[in-house]
């Protein structure tokens, strides 16, 4: 079975500064990877995914992930954070394997400091 | 406007209390999952549907079960509910296993 490991439990970052969120993940093939976004009581919300082709992915909202198989980690970064982009993050991964579904790692809560 | 639906939005429930939580979608997607959500822990899948009439065991699927009539619905039900079940409820489908999941707000369910 698949799994997700989001080493980060929180992190700040100044407002304009760079951002990585880190996602490693568990699996023999090649997986389905996923970043979701959550504001405070809102459901989730689809950053960007990768399923195949170009291992450098754009999302929405400025933010764009790299799959390394090399080093199982699917990251996620965005060059110049915005106060707005204050929530939790999630790394999902999912697989085409009969029996199987997606799977969430623990979230990593992005703070912005101005 | 299609999507995810979830009912309801909040609840109260007395300990030992039977309760379903509700889940339309209206995308005709083969797939469907629950997730609860607690602080520290991310979303953990408690059942999941890779379709119509099919049903599998997530990572704490203890006392919930789920039914798969139809494509579109997707009810979780709690036999007899405990404190320990007091989370935020997600709902979630996707077109198949390996794609995109849309989610509902979800359920916040406090057992008493």
């Known amino acids: 079975a698949q799994s997700v490991t989001q080493p980060d439990i929180h992190i700040t970052v100044s407002e304009g500064a760079s951002l990585e969120l880190r996602c490693n993940y568990s699996y023999g093939a090649t997986p389905y990877l996923f970043w979701y976004v959550q504001s405070p009581g809102q459901g989730l919300q689809l950053l960007l995914k990768?399923?195949?082709?170009?291992?450098l992915v754009q999302g929405i909202k400025g933010f764009e992930a790299e799959f390394k198989r090399s080093q199982s980690s699917f990251n996620l970064r965005k060059p110049s954070v915005h106060w707005s982009d204050a929530a939790e993050y999630f790394c999902?991964?999912?697989?085409?394997?009969?029996?199987?579904?997606?799977?969430f790692g623990k979230g990593t809560t992005l703070s912005v400091s101005s | 406007i299609a999507g995810i639906t979830q009912a309801p939005t909040s609840q109260i429930l007395a300990a030992g209390r039977r309760m379903t939580l509700r889940c339309t979608q209206d995308?005709?997607?083969?797939?469907m999952y629950w997730y609860r959500q607690d602080l520290g822990l991310g979303l953990r899948l408690i059942h999941y549907s890779n379709t119509a009439g099919t049903t599998g065991k997530g990572e704490v699927p203890d006392g919930y079960s789920v039914s798969r009539a139809n494509t579109d619905d997707f009810p979780l039900t709690l036999a007899s509910a405990v404190p320990s079940q007091t989370s935020v409820y997600f709902c979630a489908s996707s077109a198949n296993s390996n794609t995109e999941a849309f989610f509902g707000q979800g359920t916040r369910l406090t057992v008493v």
């Open positions: 990768y399923f195949s082709g170009d291992t």
């Open positions: 995308m005709r997607h083969n797939a």
């Open positions: 999902a991964v999912a697989t085409n394997q009969a029996g199987t579904a997606l799977i």
